[in-house]
Each structure stands twice: as structure tokens, then as C-alpha cells.
């Protein structure tokens, strides 16, 4: 099973490389799968994806709200290119969106974007924008449009991290220069919930059984 993780976002801070040895524990526990890795939103080209027999977009940071699509960056055309090809073509490449990823693949079918008042945070969410409605051909698994389905099967998406571990949340925390610490409640329930056990393993678990499928 050939993997591409495609990472969408760039920092210096430690819970980059976290998230990254997050997805590799998960998709490895299918013992055949061989992980690519495209730092995308370092300008690295995207390699041919039909070798793939699943591709993953990660979070991100970039505004898709923020101009228009000849203004995007030139790797953010090439995701919202590349996501419009594999629709369009009848292969068996299966797709899974977490967080920026969910948003871009709505994004690039037609769906509508708005802005959070405030940053969505908690131990499974960190993100500013949010779907308001589906692009033609998915279903919502779950509320507020939070888990995606196409009608083919072949693209999954999650506005949550099922990636996340508690290494990972703190550090985000840590380092947030305030886009997501609005208020003093918010970042207290947030902290509150760090420690809180969840179900992303069982999460892995399905996506995995579901790529294989």
C-alpha cells in the first residue's frame, strides 16, 4: 500500500515533526504501507499520484478565503489542481482531508467557506474556518459537517485531528500566538480538556480498514 502524506504547513516549532511521527505511527500499522512524504507547502512539486493508493492532506494554516484563486500561492493551486484531477479521473486513488485538508477538498468541489468568530479549539480542533455548505456529491457523517463522505467512497474527510496526542495539543497551546486565544475561557477549556483520553486510534483504525477497502 503506497502512501503520500502531503504536508500542508510549515513551522519551526516542535508539534510539526509530532504531527508527522503522528500520521506515520498510524499509517504504519498497516505492516505494507510505504509513506511519501511532499512538503507541499514548502514549494516542493507533487509527484505523481496515480502511484498512490492513498493520499493525505494535512492541516494547514493558509486562508482560502483570502483572495482569489489566481492569487493563491502557487502550491496552493497545485493542491486545489491536483484534488480537481483525481475527481475527475477513474483510478483507485482514495483521498482522506484532515483539517485544512477537509476544507481545501470542499473547497476545490464547490463547497462555501465562512470565518470563525472565534478560533474552533480543543484537544481534536484547531482551525478558523469552518463549511457552511457541501460541494454536490458528499454526505456529512456527523454534525456541523465535521466528517465527509463523496458518494464513491474514495474521499474521506475530517474538520477534527484525529492525529492528535496530548504532546501535541500542549505544544500548540504553547505556542499560539493568538489566533486561536480569543478569550480566557476558551484557553482554559482547552487546557482542561488536554489530558482527556480520545478515541483517535479507534478513528485510525477505521480510516486505515477504509483506504484498504
Same mark, same amino acid.
Not at 504531527?19 to 507547502?41: G, K, R, Y
Not at 492532506?57 to 493563491?72: A, I, K, P, V
Not at 466528517?147 to 505544544?171: D, R
Given at each position: 500500500?503506497?502512501?503520500?502524506?502531503?504536508?500542508?504547513?510549515?513551522?519551526?516549532?516542535?508539534?510539526?515533526?509530532?504531527?508527522?511521527?503522528?500520521?506515520?505511527?498510524?499509517?504504519?500499522?498497516?505492516?505494507?504501507?510505504?509513506?511519501?512524504?511532499?512538503?507541499?507547502? *514548502?514549494?516542493?512539486?507533487?509527484?505523481?499520484?496515480?502511484?498512490?493508493? !492513498?493520499?493525505? =492532506?494535512?492541516? @494547514?494554516?493558509?486562508? $482560502? &478565503?483570502?483572495?482569489?484563486?489566481?492569487?493563491?500561492?502557487?502550491?496552493?493551486?497545485?493542491?486545489?489542481?491536483?484534488?480537481?484531477?483525481?475527481?475527475?479521473?477513474?483510478?483507485?486513488?482514495?483521498?482522506?482531508?484532515?483539517?485544512? *485538508?477537509?476544507?481545501?477538498?470542499?473547497?476545490?468541489?464547490?463547497?462555501? !467557506?465562512?470565518? =470563525?468568530?472565534? @478560533?474552533?479549539?480543543? $484537544? &481534536?480542533?484547531?482551525?478558523?474556518?469552518?463549511?457552511?455548505?457541501?460541494?454536490?456529491?458528499?454526505?456529512?457523517?456527523?454534525?456541523?459537517?465535521?466528517?465527509?463522505?463523496?458518494?464513491?467512497?474514495?474521499?474521506?474527510?475530517?474538520? *477534527?485531528?484525529?492525529?492528535?496526542?496530548?504532546?501535541?495539543?500542549?505544544? !500548540?497551546?504553547?505556542?499560539?500566538? @493568538?489566533?486561536?486565544?480569543?478569550?480566557?475561557?476558551?484557553?482554559?477549556?482547552?487546557?482542561?480538556?488536554?489530558?482527556?483520553?480520545?478515541?483517535?486510534?479507534?478513528?485510525?483504525?477505521?480510516?486505515?480498514?477504509?483506504?484498504?477497502?
Amino acid at each position: 500500500m503506497k502512501v503520500l502524506l502531503l504536508k500542508d504547513y510549515t513551522t519551526g516549532y516542535a508539534w510539526g515533526q509530532l504531527i508527522v511521527d503522528s500520521f506515520m505511527l498510524h499509517i504504519t500499522q498497516v505492516p505494507s504501507a510505504q509513506v511519501d512524504i511532499c512538503e507541499a507547502c *514548502g514549494g516542493e512539486a507533487l509527484p505523481s499520484v496515480d502511484q498512490y493508493d !492513498l493520499i493525505i =492532506l494535512t492541516g @494547514g494554516t493558509f486562508n $482560502l &478565503l483570502s483572495t482569489s484563486f489566481d492569487e493563491f500561492p502557487a502550491w496552493v493551486q497545485q493542491v486545489l489542481n491536483q484534488i480537481r484531477d483525481l475527481a475527475a479521473n477513474r483510478n483507485n486513488t482514495k483521498v482522506l482531508g484532515i483539517c485544512w *485538508g477537509h476544507q481545501v477538498v470542499q473547497f476545490a468541489h464547490g463547497a462555501t !467557506l465562512s470565518p =470563525l468568530v472565534e @478560533g474552533s479549539r480543543g $484537544l &481534536l480542533k484547531f482551525h478558523k474556518r469552518y463549511i457552511t455548505s457541501l460541494a454536490p456529491g458528499f454526505t456529512a457523517l456527523a454534525e456541523n459537517n465535521e466528517i465527509l463522505i463523496s458518494e464513491s467512497k474514495k474521499i474521506l474527510t475530517f474538520q *477534527g485531528h484525529p492525529e492528535m496526542t496530548q504532546q501535541i495539543a500542549q505544544e !500548540l497551546i504553547d505556542t499560539d500566538d @493568538g489566533t486561536y486565544r480569543v478569550s480566557v475561557e476558551n484557553t482554559v477549556s482547552s487546557v482542561k480538556g488536554i489530558e482527556t483520553s480520545h478515541d483517535g486510534g479507534l478513528v485510525w483504525e477505521k480510516i486505515m480498514k477504509w483506504a484498504q477497502s
